[in-house]
């Protein structure tokens, strides 16, 4: 059963533009967010967080918005560049244990 | 800074052979973690742990074992290799138990295994 689900596995958004990633999870007791970006052949690198005390948190052209009663949080990222070019991982941690839970990713694609 | 190195970076197994999937992190992180990524399928938690002498398992534990004799290492071991256990694994470490703001794990460049 996927605690962390990331339903579009891509996404294309022309560059300048507004990118907005989704993310859905099932467990209440998450406590803290975190969206991971990965280039090809390379592992995935921490991009931004959210504690679940907190609706929005913002870091440069990056900000994560969570809403606790519909378990949904996005990650917008704007204005989108090529080098965002890249797949990103939604995931989920729990102070009750020790796990990071990842969604599957999505693939965004930045046109020229 | 070195971070967290795995090695090796590729290898192909033949069915039922063995091998150690070396991690390493020089960040002095109590936790780290065992995941494998398939085409498709995001990461999956194999194993992890919370200290030196401390393991646990994830969700898809079987057909590997793990080991933590210090807090710089966390070798993963896979003992009959399987078709199935074919995928990029990566390694990864965090400072803090999760849930605040030092949870974020790093991770490292991944082994592209094969099994055939």
């Known amino acids: 059963d996927q605690q962390v689900k990331q339903n579009s596995p891509s996404l294309s958004v022309q560059e300048g533009r507004i990118s907005i990633l989704n993310c859905d999870y099932t467990?209440?007791?998450?406590?803290?967010f975190l969206w991971y970006k990965k280039y090809p052949a390379e592992g995935p690198t921490f991009l931004i967080s959210i504690s679940s005390i907190k609706d929005k948190n913002e870091d440069g052209r990056f900000t994560v918005f969570l809403n606790k009663s519909a378990k949904h949080l996005s990650l917008h990222i704007v204005p989108s560049q090529p080098g965002d070019s890249a797949v990103y991982f939604c995931a989920a941690a729990s102070n009750r244990d020790d796990k990071i839970i990842f969604g599957k990713g999505t693939r965004l694609h930045i046109l020229p | 800074n070195a971070g967290v190195t795995q090695t090796p970076k590729f290898r192909i197994l033949k069915i039922g052979q063995s091998m150690t999937l070396q991690c390493t992190q020089d960040m002095n992180h109590n936790y780290m973690y065992w995941y494998r990524q398939d085409p498709g399928m995001g990461l999956k938690l194999i194993y992890y742990s919370v200290g030196a002498g401390i393991t646990d398992k994830g969700e898809v534990p079987n057909g590997y074992n793990v080991s933590r004799s210090t807090t710089e290492d966390f070798p993963l071991r896979l003992e009959l290799a399987a078709p199935s256990q074919t995928s990029v694994y990566f390694c990864?470490?965090?400072?803090?138990?999760?849930?605040?703001?030092?949870?974020?794990?790093?991770f490292g460049q991944g082994t592209r295994l094969t099994v055939v």
């Open positions: 467990n209440s007791m998450f406590d803290y």
């Open positions: 990864a470490s965090s400072y803090s138990s999760t849930g605040d703001i030092n949870t974020e794990a790093f």
